[in-house]
Every structure is written in structure tokens, then in C-alpha cells.
């Protein structure tokens, strides 16, 4: 077995037989004088997640003028990220830069969300587009996600 092992979990039988499974080697290794460190959480977001994510926020940075003027992808990731975790009640913080010239925003990565998170966010950006009047196109896979309406 490999010094490192990622499983995903998805039904408490196959969870208890994986369990038993690893057991064995932790048992091993830790026998041999090893040190073991386990880590369990929520699965991350998917490939398709950050596929769909990334082609809305590609969609809009291409439509979309923001304070004048078009944004990044980037850019709208933080501004609509942001936006969601207020909206979640989650902490956002607003911090003097560390080189003294304005401030940044301080938040969660995207890449740390779990699969019911990032599918959280993704609707967050849909109703955020209707709100605003931003037709989406209705499937992320399609072409047009990537070009521009302008």
C-alpha cells in the first residue's frame, strides 16, 4: 500500500469494509514505529463542479461590465464568492493591505469547498445573474458558456 491513501466514502456498509481495510495497514505501520496522521471531511467539490463553476464565471466575465468595466475570472470569483458567504453568515474579513495601500478580502478558496458547498455557490451565481438580469445559457457544456453575448 502507498504512504498516502484517499477514500471516498458512500454507503455505511462500504464505509465499515474500507475502515477494516485500512485498519490493517494503519496497524502495520504504526507496529513498525511509524506515525500516522488521519484526516476525515466532507469530499471536496467534483471535476464537473468546478467545470460548471468555472464556465459560469467565464460566461460573465466575458458579458458582464463591473464597475465600469469588464473583470477577470478571478475577479468575479472573489466579488461572487464573497458575496455567498455573507450571504451564508460566513466570515469575510476586510484587512488594511499588508504593504499599507488599500485593503483586501479575505475569505475561503473555493478549492477548500465541499461537493454541497460548491453546488450552493453555483446556485448563489444563478439566482444572482436573474436577479441582476444576466441570462445564463441553460447548460454549462454548451459552447456558448464561453463566448461572449456582446
Not at 474579513?93 to 473555493?110: K, M, N, S, Y
Not at 436577479?131 to 454548451?142: A, D, F, K, T, V
Request: glycine letters at 4%; aromatic letters at 8%.
Amino acid at each position: 500500500m502507498s504512504q498516502k491513501m484517499t477514500i471516498s466514502l458512500y454507503s455505511p456498509m462500504q464505509a465499515h469494509t474500507e475502515f477494516k481495510r485500512v485498519w490493517e495497514w494503519v496497524k502495520a505501520m504504526v507496529t513498525a514505529g511509524h506515525r500516522i496522521q488521519m484526516t476525515i471531511s466532507p469530499e471536496k467539490r467534483s471535476d464537473a463542479e468546478n467545470r460548471i463553476l468555472h464556465a459560469m464565471l467565464g460566461y460573465i466575465s466575458k458579458n458582464v461590465d463591473w464597475a465600469g468595466k469588464k473583470r477577470s475570472i478571478d475577479v468575479w470569483k472573489r466579488l461572487l464568492t464573497a458575496a455567498w458567504c455573507r450571504a451564508t453568515n460566513e466570515h469575510v474579513e476586510i484587512l488594511p493591505a499588508v504593504d499599507g495601500h488599500g485593503v483586501d478580502i479575505v475569505f475561503r478558496r473555493t478549492s477548500e469547498l465541499s461537493r454541497a458547498e460548491c453546488a450552493e455557490l453555483i446556485t448563489f451565481i444563478q439566482a444572482w445573474c436573474a436577479q441582476s438580469g444576466i441570462p445564463l445559457p441553460p447548460h454549462p457544456s454548451e459552447p456558448q458558456y464561453f463566448e461572449s453575448t456582446t
